[in-house]
């Protein structure tokens, strides 16, 4: 599938760094996007002038000859949006869409047409080509546009082709995932401070040892269990750190974090499913 037009419908920080990661990775160039949104002309100029793509808040000239169509708005928007781009939406096109709760199928309801439509859920280091990204074909989606969209994703991160069901488990897990990691650094950095060190120094030292853990986890062949192991040694100074991680139930905390992430994914599902 040749894709000469791109139309990004919403153009929120989530769009922002797929756009970004996109362009850098050259799999598309400025002038093919056309982004789009309803009411911030300022966003809209602030996109055009950085990264020199067309920009409009007409939806009719963003979709003219779209090939592929990225739905970037508000879950709640979805039905309001959909009926507005109804007569510029077509089989030829492939609509990816990055809205958590919102189904393939109501999306194919409220156009009135079978339309090829893949759910994604990439997170905000997209725009650092560092995205964990899961996606997952509605019913009329070929193999042709599977691959398209995995190869798109690709350019920003690593790709997981899952069943649509599993895309609120992507959401809380790695949708949300960039903000659990910056609780924990902000939270280190803090405590780094609270102890004695300068803001700048807690903040190189808890950056780079997040970035050097990180690294080492996927470069490794060991698990996360195996690395925590080899570091926690018996009665040395990460060991009575972690003790009180466990004597404060944060691994249950973290587990009961993810699952609220989901569980509030699928309440948000809810009104596009009756």
Same mark, same amino acid.
């Given at each position: ?158 790709? !997981? ?111 596009? !499913?009756?």
């Amino acid at each position: 599938m040749l894709v000469e037009k791109v139309a990004f419908i919403g153009s929120g920080e989530l769009a922002e760094s797929l756009l970004k990661g996109f362009l850098d990775k050259k799999f598309i160039a400025a002038d093919q996007v056309w982004m789009n949104n309803h009411t911030n002309k300022e966003r809209l100029a602030d996109l055009e002038k950085t990264y020199h793509v067309h920009t409009t808040q007409d939806k009719a000239l963003a979709l003219k000859n779209a090939d592929l169509i990225i739905f970037a708005f508000r879950p709640a928007d979805t039905g309001a949006a959909v009926a507005e781009m109804k007569p510029f939406l077509n089989r030829d096109q492939l609509i990816i869409t990055l809205m958590v709760g919102v189904p393939t199928a109501f999306i194919q309801s409220a156009a009135g047409v079978d339309l090829p439509i893949v759910r994604a859920m990439p997170n905000t280091s997209a725009s650092i080509g560092l995205s964990a990204t899961g996606i997952a074909a509605g019913t009329c989606v070929s193999d042709t546009q599977l691959k398209l969209a995995k190869q798109l994703f690709e350019t920003v991160g690593t790709v !997981s082709v899952v069943t649509e069901n599993d895309i609120d488990v992507i959401a809380g897990v790695a949708g949300s995932g960039p903000a659990y990691l910056y609780y924990l650094a902000q939270s280190m950095q803090e405590a780094g401070v609270r102890e004695g060190l300068s803001e700048a120094s807690s903040a190189l030292l808890v950056q780079q040892t997040l970035l050097g853990a990180a690294n080492l986890l996927k470069r490794s062949e060991k698990s996360a269990s195996d690395l925590l192991n080899a570091v926690a040694t018996p009665g040395g100074t990460t060991q009575a750190g972690i003790d009180t991680l466990d004597n404060h139930s944060v691994r249950e905390a973290v587990n009961a974090c993810i699952h609220q992430a989901i569980v509030r994914a699928k309440e948000m599902s809810a009104p596009f !499913s009756k």
